[in-house]
């Protein structure tokens, strides 16, 4: 029988289980483990529940203001400026490009993979002229090779990404960062798959815009572009009079930015309430603790992976604590293995690019635990004796549960 939600969802998070009739059986007995959406906590999901109200409803705004305040806190910022609006992670890698950077400006892009290379994509579509610095895929790129590039021009802005998603690649940022002070290119950080999971010091680090979005480490659903921008930021959009955008224009949400309570475009109510609810949890476990414990997690589950015999691609200097991308053995077949794992309620997702059909990859971030890391490499074990590959049972987990504190009863 699959291990219901509610006892592997947040194991290590100190929160009240909550009534299972709130979940449809579907869902309740499927554990969503690709690099997002993540498994969303039943206390999130209850404030999405909430009636929806008017976006002007005093307690909406007051749930705005406090989604806002959050997410500048999370990002350790006192004074960039937070936008939150109705989109996706692909919307706020726009807004990020289309007010920091004009149309004939170049760019410098440092990618690891599928996600750094959409920054090529978006430059490409508005005009912006880009030099993509790409490392070889599972490997990241030194800050040697940025100094070069930096040495032989300059640029509008460079962006980074902090984990691509693609090849579970963990960016040396702050080591850019160190590069890029005072400089004139602006920094742009992508934080879609690290944000809430990994450490990211806004002010500190000297980054222009942060980007990011709910649905990985901040464990709440999707339907939001989360951005923050730095005075230096604002300002090469404040001095352009206009940029090839409506309702990606950052001046155009300043002022409902500022005042919740203002119209501009309908903010989405029930996801805005529900990233309120997740970015309170992310505050109340402390971000420390937050951070510590994805690295625990993402510890314990390779060396649960290791144990099973499995070898991860993503080379040990620069492995994300987010996500592992892990290599099929050879003879097993990508999508004959991950239905072996949904068969058993654990949702992976599949290789892209070069490695897709040759390795997985296993999101470990957000609303998880120690009950999550166990269901999921119970399931991983037993797929992969469906597939023919011989695993003695416990193995994997027994490898994790050395590295994990014990559950607590819930
Ligand atoms: C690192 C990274 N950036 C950007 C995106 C795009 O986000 P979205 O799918 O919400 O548009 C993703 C999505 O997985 C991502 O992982």
Redesign the pocket.
Known sequence: MRPKLRTRCCASLQVPAVDPVHFDPVIDETLTMI??PTPVHPRILEALSQPTVSHVAPAFVEQFRSALRDFQALCKTRSGQPFIVAG???LA?EIALVNAVAPGERILVISHGY?GD?FGELAAAFGIQCDLLRAEWGHAVSPAEVTQRLDAGSYAAVTI?H???STGTAAPVEAYCDLLRGRKELVIL?G??ATAGMDERFDEWGIDVLLT?P?KAIGAP?GVALCVFSERALERRRVRSTVPAYYADVLRWLPVMQDPGRYYSTPCVNEIVALAAALRMVHEEGLPARFARHAQIARAFRAGLEAAGLKLFTAPDCRADTLSVVMLPANVVDAGFRKEMAARGVVIAGGLGPIAGKAFRLGHMGNIGAGEVAAALTALEAALRASGIPVEKGVAVAAAAALLPEPYPV
Request: glycine letters at 16%.
């Open positions: 690099p997002g996706a992670g692909t890698m996600f959409r990404t984990v691509d998603t992508d879609v798959c979005g649905q999707p």
